[in-house]
């Protein structure tokens, strides 16, 4: 009897566990995406948008969850993938933006062309505009920077920017090496306006190109630094404060470099790291922000408190971010995107690979002078 009673006993203990088992969902383990050449970024809502070089045909999603800085960590456990359908061949994505009618808009330097959702429920995305041939890469210089103005009917007021800079003497054609290979070329912006719905639209007026006056940080070329454009944002800031007389502009993400001549001492540097405002006619306005110095304070004090919800992985990570900046003294960082985090007011940009990825974001308040 005890027998017979132990055996029902242990079948039903059996018959138990394995009903518990089979009930019981295993957490799965969501997969890291390291976003790598991270080169543009936007704000939609409570979410960071972002493209990457090395990333053809999507975005990325990062939820921000509250952050606003001065250091965001990209943190590739919340990193989330959006393909973008119909859009394969859409490469070296430099920046992205929304337009006034809430699609996603992306860059892509390789086709010179600005791509764009079909409509607001559709994911597949086309050619809504193409910039012809004036603006195509030369010596690995091209279109690196998107900054849209919604406008009260729905147009969309699209600035696009022309990187200049030092062409990258052996990607020159080898006939314009000697007189251009060494050359550097001022950064342009081009200015249109795309209606609702409007799409393949050509760009190739010159009435619509600004050429930016940009400062020239030290010496005579080809081995001086000169600035390149990496992105922009549309700015207004008040030119009167008692008539409330405002100056529309652009703030451009400026990085400067050297174009060092064959069989000498001189190496390749990256030196001054800026942010300009610039009015519409492309001149220069006021004393920059200097982002080597913005930066290094700001990672200072995310490293004297630092925020309790990363990872093990992410803070030692950073410290390895934090080790690598100061043992090159910021001065090799390639600031790519920029966006507003808070339009008017605090500004966000994003790195490109160097010095690891995944990149961090930084926040940037600007001064008062600037509003």
Known sequence: MTGSFSTKYLILLLSATVTLFTCTKVPEQKQSIVIREASGITRVDDKLLIVGDDADGMYFEFPLNGQIGPIIPIDPVKVKEIPMHGAALAMDLESIDVLADGRIAVLSEQLHCLIAQKNLKSDHFSVLAEYDKTVTEF?????????????????????????????????????????????????????????????????????????????EPTGDPPGAQRFRGTDL???????????????????????????????????????????????????????????????????????????????????????????????????????????????????????????????????????????
């Open 139 to 215: 010596g690995n210089r091209g279109l690196e920077g998107l900054a849209v103005k919604p406008l009260d009917d729905g147009t969309s007021k699209i600035a696009v920017l022309w990187e200049g800079g030092y062409p990258i003497y052996e990607l020159v054609p080898v006939d314009l090496r000697e007189p251009a290979g060494r050359l550097p070329l001022r950064p342009i912006i081009i200015v249109h306006e795309l209606q609702r719905g409007d799409a393949a639209e050509c760009i190739e007026d010159p009435a619509h190109y600004i050429p930016l006056n940009v400062p």
């Open 233 to 371: 944002v549309w700015h207004s800031w008040s030119r009167d404060t008692k008539k409330g007389h405002f100056e529309e502009g652009f703030i451009v993400l400026l990085s400067s470099e050297n174009s060092p001549p064959d069989n000498t001492t001189i190496s390749k540097e990256f030196k001054t790291k800026i942010l300009q405002r610039f009015t519409l006619e492309g001149n220069p306005v006021g004393d920059p922000l200097h982002l080597n110095a913005i930066g290094r304070e700001a990672l200072k004090k995310f490293n004297e408190k630092i925020p309790p919800h990363l990872s093990h992985e992410t803070i030692k990570h950073m410290a390895t971010v934090t080790a690598l900046l100061e043992e090159k003294k910021w001065e090799n960082i390639n600031w790519e995107g920029l966006d507003w985090l808070e339009e008017g007011d605090r500004l966000i940009v994003i790195y490109d690979q160097w010095p690891k990825d995944p990149p961090f974001a930084l926040v940037v308040d600007i001064p008062d002078e600037w509003k």
